[in-house]
């Protein structure tokens, strides 16, 4: 356990290799949490919960709630630079100690685990998160203070009465570029909003 609060800056054994396996690990047990609790939503709707809870930000707050800050192993700089409160050093803490327990454990204890520092934040979760995937977009975007995403239909094909439209949505907050295919335009944009608003989340 040791090596899954030991940050890169500390040393060559460190816990990125636990990060890495962990990270799976939770995104498998919250979406299977989200999937029980929620069984009248959609897929859209239930990944955009569960970025919630495991962003950068949901992740640090599972970490604050454990006061990991204090037992993190840091380089001189990062503890100079107040690298405890650090979201994406807690964050990524998180998911390694899913790791450790991961390796040692296996998978179904560690899933038991990890499922129990989820499940409330699960229950508590506002619903509200599910609502248009462009609205939710903009509204990061604004509140970042950042301009409007755009929307460009890169293709349409198939019949008139079998259309599948395909639409890119790229803002400035982020290099990459979302892609969204559907049968209409209004739910390619959906489409494509929502895996932008995912990308932007875990950068």
Same mark, same amino acid.
């Given at each position: ?16 290799? &636990?990060?890495?396996? !962990?990270? *799976?690990?939770?995104?498998? $047990? %919250?979406?299977q949490l989200l999937y +029980?609790?929620?069984?009248? =939503? ?11 809870l495991v962003s950068k ?44 327990? &991961?390796?040692?454990? !296996?998978? *179904?204890?560690?899933?038991? $685990? %990890?499922?129990?520092?989820?499940? +409330?934040?699960?229950?508590? =979760? ?78």
């Amino acid at each position: 356990m040791v090596q899954a609060l030991t940050h890169r800056s500390f040393g060559a054994t460190n816990n990125e290799r &636990l990060e890495f396996i !962990g990270d *799976g690990l939770v995104n498998a $047990v %919250v979406a299977q949490l989200l999937y +029980d609790a929620y069984p009248h =939503l959609d897929e859209g709707s239930l990944s955009r919960l569960r970025s919630q809870l495991v962003s950068k930000d949901g992740l640090a707050r599972v970490a604050q709630r454990f006061e990991l800050g204090p037992l993190l192993l840091l380089g001189t700089g990062e503890r100079k630079s107040g690298g405890r409160q650090r979201s994406s050093i807690l964050s990524d803490t998180v998911e390694a100690i899913a790791g450790a327990i &991961l390796t040692e454990a !296996g998978f *179904g204890n560690a899933s038991r $685990v %990890v499922g129990q520092w989820f499940i +409330d934040d699960v229950q508590r =979760l506002d619903l509200d998160a599910t609502r248009d995937a462009k609205t939710q977009l903009q509204e990061w975007l604004q509140g970042r203070h950042f301009p409007l995403p755009c929307y460009e239909v890169v293709s349409i094909t198939g019949d008139d009465h079998s259309q599948v439209f395909e639409v890119s949505c790229v803002c400035e907050a982020s290099k990459h570029r979302a892609i969204g295919i559907a049968s209409s335009r209004k739910k390619a944009e959906q489409h494509a909003a929502n895996d932008l608003l995912e990308i932007l989340i875990h950068e």
